[in-house]
């Protein structure tokens, strides 16, 4: 028994997590290794008995009494520990995961690597532990890795040189960690010999504190810095890292940034500055990079050298800042990106200074975003030099006039948003955007516009003019004023059109002939008067119909001759009856919400019940035994209704809403059978009271007395 206490006497709660059951086992003997000592004092006290005195018996006597008690009282609780102890062995930590050559030990509490890992580990993850300080100890002697993950820890140390020998690691995350502790030593963490992936954002690192991580780093390619405190980018901040080709510096602080602090990176192709406190970039002359985001910084001029050597850039952010003017680009470039969305752009000039260049070279330009500015105009002059340009948005600007009448710009765009500007004047030439697909103008309040300007648009698809003030053409009609209406017949290749809050109150007929729309949304025009053949020429093509909150009452065209039609939205209107529809109709969804309906047709809901797949009915005052054969339809069909937890029906005058879930046709038939009842009884009283009344008339002429008289 002395050899299985030694040792043991020691045993903590920390001992045990290391050790498993084998050291609970240990930490129980060394208790009891306790009370033999203490035993042990107890026998020495007796022996001290048989060499006293008489006289000093009775104290000695007392003596051993008290400590017989203690180590009794002390004995019983440590026993009963024990067995507690025993009956439940600690939690032991979860293993990590071990799929081939890679180890998952993430968010397990640790504080180093756990001791069996296999040998030759390839991939270690572990993050979202407790290490602090990272040494060889804590990774076990392991140096085969070629991914390290030890994000989100509390790493506060690093050893000297762990990494040398580590010549196969090529990704090494220590993100989230507090590596700004680190810094302050002023050591290098030694050479990074193979690490071609490094990430060291949100470690509190402040300006030159990178520079310990990245001084021998020859292969470092990829690099994050971002969300750390730094406020200058020094001239040899990366002179350790040479083969730097990404580097991400998002959510800093930098104000400053020296000259040629990249000039040694010849490989660098991607860098990310933003959410920084830059004010402003002149003569820029990175030509071999493709990637710049200087978003969210503080940014009011932007300039390029007056070089005419070619740059490589091909994506360049700069949204939200604070630029009063379009960024001064290098006239050789291979820029197809731009965005300067959301600063303070007056007008499309690229200086205010007359004398210097101010023409927009953008040759390879795809899409340009100059939304939520200032502009009031753009010329056409300014896309001159855009031959490729796809997407043009200056939504939210103060725009009031737009014209292209120019044949030879704008030849290979596709998409031009002028969404809430202030137009007042929309103006396209003969044979212009021949490739433009996609037009938003709503929110513009427009009112007057060539009616035959969408006809100019051989190739639109989406045409958005919601939130304007247009009437539509009838198209069996001459206009004579061609700012009076505008016509959306003929356009020969549009399928969405969007017309909802334009005040519209007549849809005339054959408003749409000759276009295979789609979607039509005709929604928000409260009052609108829609003609009986209103959709005339969109039967074969109209799929979706929204006419959402127009007041309507009836409508007086028939939708059962739109074969397409799918989906129709007919909520918040005062409907009180159904549209006519055959079994021919192809109705999958059916939005009847917030209406006025109590009885819905039978016919109607047969036609539809072979198509009809989603249907919405909350908020319509429905009677639950005028419906029954729907109610029917609804508890037994795949039909699924959405908001049927608010859609409910009245079984008489007086009664509460009943969800139509709920209702059988027994809750119908028990008034029904009441009334004739009731019914019978009126009768059988009435016919009972003319008989008697019969019967006493009778009883009367009886007892009438014979006055006849003889002569």
């Known amino acids: 028994m002395q050899d299985i206490l030694t040792g043991c006497d020691g045993w903590t709660a920390a001992g045990a997590e290391r050790c498993g059951g084998e050291s609970q086992l240990r930490g129980a003997f060394g208790g009891f290794a306790w009370l033999l000592s203490i035993c042990e004092w107890v026998c020495e006290r007796a022996e001290d008995v048989k060499s006293t005195r008489s006289g000093g018996f009775e104290k000695i006597s007392h003596q051993l009494k008290v400590s017989t008690m203690a180590a009794v009282q002390l004995l019983f609780p440590l026993l009963v520990s024990c067995v ?157 890292s040479s083969s730097l080709e990404r580097i991400s510096l998002h959510n800093n602080v930098i104000l400053e940034i020296e000259d040629g602090a990249f000039d040694s990176l010849s490989h660098l192709t991607e860098l990310d500055l933003s959410k920084n406190s830059i004010t402003c970039i002149t003569d820029f002359n990175l030509c071999n990079l493709k990637v710049l985001n200087l978003s969210k910084n503080s940014m009011e001029l932007f300039q390029s050298t007056m070089s005419t050597d070619p740059y490589k850039l091909q994506i360049l952010d700069l949204s939200e800042n604070k630029m009063h003017y379009f960024p001064l680009l290098p006239r050789n470039n291979m820029l197809q990106y731009l965005d300067v969305s959301r600063n303070r752009l007056h007008s499309v000039n690229v200086t205010a200074n007359a004398d210097r260049r101010t023409t927009v070279f953008l040759y390879h330009l795809r899409y340009l975003d100059m939304s939520y500015n200032q502009l009031q105009f753009i010329p056409q002059s300014f896309f001159y030099c855009m031959a490729s340009l796809e997407v043009l948005n200056v939504s939210n600007n103060c725009i009031s006039s737009f014209s292209l009448t120019n044949e030879a710009l704008l030849q290979t765009v596709k998409i031009i948003n002028l969404s809430y500007n202030s137009l007042q004047s929309l103006t396209f030439g003969e044979n212009t955007l021949t490739s433009l697909e996609e037009l938003l103008l709503q929110g513009n309040d427009l009112n007057t516009l060539d009616n035959q300007i969408f006809q100019r648009l051989p190739s639109i698809r989406h045409l958005y003019l919601q939130e304007n003030n247009l009437e539509i053409c009838d198209s069996s009609q001459n206009h004579k004023d061609p700012q009076e209406c505008v016509s959306f017949s003929s356009v020969p290749n549009l399928q969405f059109l969007y017309l909802s809050e334009n005040n519209l109150r007549t849809l005339p007929s054959n408003a749409f002939a000759d276009t295979p729309l789609k979607l039509l949304d005709l929604s928000l025009n409260p009052g609108l008067d829609m003609h009986e053949d209103s959709f005339s020429g969109l039967e074969s093509s109209l799929v979706h119909l929204l006419l959402r909150e127009n007041n309507i009452s009836s409508l007086n065209t028939d939708l059962s001759s739109l074969k397409s039609l799918k989906h129709i939205d007919l909520s918040t209107n005062q409907l009180t009856t159904l549209p006519m529809w055959n079994k021919e109709s192809s109705i999958e969804s059916l939005n009847l919400q917030n209406n006025n309906l109590v009885t819905l047709e039978p016919s109607t809901m047969f036609a539809l019940e072979h198509s009809l797949k989603t249907l919405y009915m909350g908020s319509n005052p429905l009677s639950c035994c005028s419906n029954l054969d729907f109610l029917h339809m609804v508890q037994n069909s795949a039909l699924v209704i959405p908001d049927i937890e608010t859609v409910t029906c009245v079984l008489d005058d007086y009664s509460e809403p009943v969800n139509i879930g709920k209702v059988t046709e027994e809750m119908c038939q028990r008034p029904s059978i009441q009334n004739y009842v009731i019914t019978v009884v009126l009768v059988a009283l009435l016919t009972l009271i003319v008989l008697g009344l019969l019967i006493k008339c009778c009883q009367l002429r009886k007892q009438k007395p014979n006055r006849s008289f003889n002569a």
């Open 84 to 240: 507690a102890a025993f009956a439940h062995p600690p939690r032991h930590i979860p293993a990590c995961q071990v799929v081939q050559m890679d180890v998952f030990c993430s968010n397990l509490n640790l504080r180093s690597v756990p001791v069996d890992l296999p040998r030759g580990v390839q991939m270690l993850d572990l993050s979202r532990n407790q290490v602090q300080n990272l040494t060889q100890e804590t990774l076990a002697y392991h140096t085969s890795f070629n991914h390290l993950n030890l994000h989100s820890n509390k790493i506060h140390f690093i050893q000297p040189g762990l990494f040398k020998d580590m010549i196969d690691l090529r990704v090494l995350d220590l993100s989230r960690n507090h590596l700004n502790v680190f810094a302050h030593s002023r050591v290098n963490i030694g050479p990074l010999t193979a690490v071609e992936s490094l990430d060291l954002s949100s470690n509190g690192l402040y300006t030159g504190m990178s520079d310990y991580f990245l001084a021998d780093s020859p292969s470092l390619a990829n690099l994050s810095l971002n969300s750390n405190s730094i406020t200058k980018i020094a001239q040899n901040t990366f002179s350790g």
